[in-house]
T-cell receptor, first 110, second 118 residues
Framework: GQSLEQPSEVTAVEGAIVQINCTYQTSGFYGLSWYQQHDGGAPTFLSYNGLDGLEETGRFSSFLSRSDSYGYLLLQELQMKDSASYFCALPTSGTYKYIFGTGTRLKVLA | GAVVSQHPSWVICKSGTSVKIECRSLDFQATTMFWYRQFPKQSLMLMATSNEGSKATYEQGVEKDKFLINHASLTLSTLTVTSAHPEDSSFYIC??????????????FGEGSRLTVL
């Protein structure tokens, strides 16, 4: 089956850069996505990597290495509003039935 | 982006009663929708895949007679928690994706429904 592991919690200060790692196991690879979820809210899409390398979207970037079964989300110029949970996610096949990682709770301190 | 709406946002019910949660795709058709459950400070756990016009596909360990899923139209899927018990209290979230979103890795989620069973 599939599994994705993430650190449970990361703390950083405003303006800093933080990296959230994700290691995964899957029999077939169809891309790695990242989602943000604020407490009580629904997940929102941040980034997607279908191929190796870095994808940049504003303050957020995501990196993928398929040979290492590893990816990370990079958040730059941290703001208080970035305090949330972040999940990496894999589709289990060519469909969009996604399995989510264990989740990383990011705390941004003033 | 595509919009998915979920109703109700929160519901409190007595143990033993049934609760229905609706998930609608507002501006696209969805032949497939997904239902997730999330306990506090935990990840999203996939419960089942809702297929328009056919039976839902349940993940291992999810009781299909407990969590009834109906996908009667291309824009509506419903999840009914039957004979709810306090351990069913959780955050239930649906998701869907328009066909045009293939290859982008993006799922669209409803707002979620927080169920509390007394």
């Amino acid at each position: 089956g599939q599994s994705l592991e993430q650190p449970s919690e990361v703390t950083a200060v405003e303006g800093a850069i933080v990296q959230i790692n994700c290691t995964y196991q899957t029999s077939g690879f169809y891309g790695l996505s990242w989602y943000q979820q604020h407490d009580g809210g629904a997940p929102t899409f941040l980034s997607y990597n279908g191929l190796d390398g870095l994808e940049e979207t504003g303050r957020f970037s995501s990196f993928l290495s398929r040979s290492d079964s590893y990816g990370y989300l990079l958040l730059q110029e941290l703001q208080m509003k970035d305090s949330a949970s972040y999940f990496c996610a894999l589709p289990t096949s060519g469909t969009y039935k996604y399995i989510f990682g264990t989740g990383t709770r990011l705390k941004v301190l003033a | 982006g595509a919009v998915v709406s979920q109703h109700p946002s929160w519901v409190i019910c007595k143990s033993g009663t049934s609760v229905k949660i609706e998930c609608r795709s507002l501006d696209f058709q969805a032949t497939t929708m997904f239902w997730y459950r999330q306990f506090p400070k935990q990840s999203l756990m996939l419960m089942a895949t809702s297929n328009e016009g056919s039976k839902a596909t349940y993940e291992q360990g999810v009781e299909k007679d407990k969590f009834l899923i109906n996908h009667a139209s291309l824009t509506l899927s419903t999840l009914t928690v039957t004979s709810a018990h306090p351990e069913d209290s959780s955050f239930y979230i649906c998701s869907a994706r328009p066909l045009a979103g293939e290859g982008t890795g993006e799922l669209f989620f409803g707002e979620g429904s927080r169920l509390t069973v007394l």
